[in-house]
């Protein structure tokens, strides 16, 4: 099957630093998705990229479908303490309802005081 | 905002009985999914539901997995004869339809199954 390759695989920062992570992919996907989650709840959307190429923002977050659309990046702007997390990329090729998602191993932020 | 609901947050059953995990998604959607995590690891996609039928399952969807919607409102997975290794956080998710637009999944907090 599909396979995510996210990097890095955790990250230890100082509070205020800028975040960059990735997801590459060695299939085509024509949906790109970032998710968080926090210990024992559910993924929560951050971004949603359909088109290669596409930059979008969501407050501090900013993410882009890579030109090829075989990977994407998320960046974090002035991490604060809340922006603690699991932070997974998740690619589909959605359409016709056989959309399930392909998820990344995730990206572990630990922001030190 | 709506959310997926899920109950029960968590379910202990002995390894061999028979288990349903129950969700309630955003009550607009027309798509349904169920996904499992096993501590530690990624997210896993198990099966899509659409039009009171299964759209995809992957692999791991075996022969013990079933789904059905059985009323308007609620989307169950049942786990046949459940094994130790059905031990995992399981997620549902739901999307709506806007034939616009491409629309996201958004996901309940899950149900722990611990297998005894």
């Known amino acids: 099957g599909q396979q995510l390759n996210q990097s890095p695989q955790s990250m230890f920062i100082q509070e205020g630093e800028d975040v960059s992570m990735n997801c590459t992919s060695s299939?085509?996907?024509?949906?790109w998705l970032w998710y968080k989650q926090d210990p024992g709840e559910g993924p929560v959307l951050l971004i949603a990229?359909?088109?290669?190429?596409e930059l979008t923002s969501n407050g501090r977050l900013t993410a882009q479908f890579g030109i090829t659309r075989k990977d994407s990046f998320l960046n974090i702007s002035a991490s604060i303490p809340s922006d603690v997390g699991i932070y997974f990329c998740a690619g589909t090729n959605s359409g016709g309802g056989a959309d399930g998602l392909t998820f990344g191993k995730g990206t572990h932020l630990i922001i030190q005081p | 905002e709506p959310e997926v609901t899920q109950t029960p947050s968590h379910q202990v059953t002995q390894m061999g009985q028979e288990v349903i995990l129950r969700c309630v998604p955003i009550s607009n959607h027309l798509y349904f999914y169920w996904y499992r995590q096993i501590l530690g690891q990624k997210v896993e996609f198990l099966v899509s539901?659409?039009?009171?039928?299964?759209?995809?399952k992957s692999e791991i969807f075996d022969d013990q997995f079933s789904v059905e919607r059985p009323d308007g409102s609620n989307f169950t997975l049942k786990i046949r004869s459940t094994k130790l290794e059905d031990s995992a956080m399981y997620f549902c998710?739901?999307?709506?339809?806007?034939?616009?637009?491409?629309?996201?999944?958004?996901f309940g907090d899950g149900t722990r199954l611990s297998i005894l």
């Open positions: 539901f659409y039009n009171n039928e299964i759209s995809e």
């Open positions: 299939s085509i996907f024509n949906t």
């Open positions: 998710a739901s999307r709506t339809l806007i034939t616009s637009s491409n629309q996201p999944q958004h």
């Open positions: 990229l359909y088109k290669a190429g």
